[in-house]
């Protein structure tokens, strides 16, 4: 099996990349492989342009990185986001690279009745989400309930994925960043593991 691990964030001695290394670490020791997909360091434009728009109004095929980031996806067995919570948010990077690459046609698509065809469920996704506020913060402000909608039902509902995993991390847990990287090559371990 195949993971892809998707990281924004540009500093690569963050905790970010680290939580990113550890999960990869954890998918290579349970024998499977990995790739890490480092959109910052890659350079990736998170810009939607009018390549972008054409592609959507079906006028063109995919620009060029888009299509390679179409065929890094369908290489993958399982999609990890690793990325730290902006704004209540993605980064921007990530937002971007989500709004350019789950598009019509690849991610989803739509019938000639306007039914919507969810065309990722073969992709299971792992969300990985590091913050800097407290868990009761989070809570207060019912983070927890709008991210679920925003991005586990906005974004991988809407294609089909699953949602298999949705962890946050957050400074305020005990045993930073220590825990945090123990977590995150766990989930690596057990990325592929049979459901119970």
Known sequence: MHALVVIAHPNPDSLTHAIARHLAEGVETSGHAVEVADLSAEGFDPRFNHADLDLFHR??????????????????????????????????????????????????????????????????????????????????????????????????????????TSELLLVSDAGVPGSHLDTARALGRRLFAAPN
């Open 59 to 164: 006028q063109a095929p995919p620009p060029a990185d888009v299509a390679a980031e179409h065929a890094r996806l369908e290489r993958a067995d399982a999609l990890a986001l690793v990325y730290p919570i902006y704004w209540w948010s993605f980064p921007a990077l990530l937002k971007g690279w989500i709004d350019r690459v789950f598009t019509l046609g690849w991610a989803y698509d739509e019938t000639a009745d306007g039914r919507i065809l969810k065309k990722l469920q073969r992709l299971p996704i792992h969300l990985v989400a590091n913050g800097g506020a407290d868990q009761r913060t989070f809570a207060r402000h019912g983070y927890f309930g709008a991210m679920k909608t925003q991005i586990d039902n906005g974004i991988f509902d809407y294609c089909g994925a699953p949602v298999v």
